[in-house]
């Protein structure tokens, strides 16, 4: 089951700008990108924030159209919805992503670095 995001054409630039104002929320995007593609499980984010604060993050990502959340049996898996943002603002995320990478004031996700698929 897909939990409800917005269509490609209803995601809004201010919106998604506004989003990624947060630096968790920019580090939780950050670690998709790395990991481009595999489904992650909400529980891979522990460590920036608490459950209910990590579920708020995790809600605004979703509702805002930059992620995309479903429920395999007890899990959320998270996946970054990359083909969506870039065929409405195309570069925007990879600029974005490209930023966030070498910015030392985000956190970390499970203690790692970054890095990037080439």
Partial sequence: M???????????????????????????VRYLASKEGVPLNCSQFLDLASK???????????E???????VVGTNRMITLRRADL????PG?????????VDDPALPAV??????MPA
Avoid: M
Wanted: aromatic fraction near 4%.
């Fill in 52 to 62: 209910t604060n990590l579920s708020y993050h995790l809600a605004k990502l979703r």
């Fill in 2 to 28: 897909t939990l409800p995001h917005p269509n490609t054409d209803q995601i809004s630039l201010p919106i998604v700008l506004g989003v990624l104002g947060d630096p968790t929320r920019l580090a939780i």
């Fill in 92 to 100: 925007l995320l990879d600029s974005v992503i490209a930023a966030a």
């Fill in 64 to 70: 805002a159209g930059v992620t995309r959340a479903e």
């Fill in 86 to 89: 870039d065929s409405r603002f």
């Fill in 110 to 115: 499970g203690g790692h670095d970054i890095e």
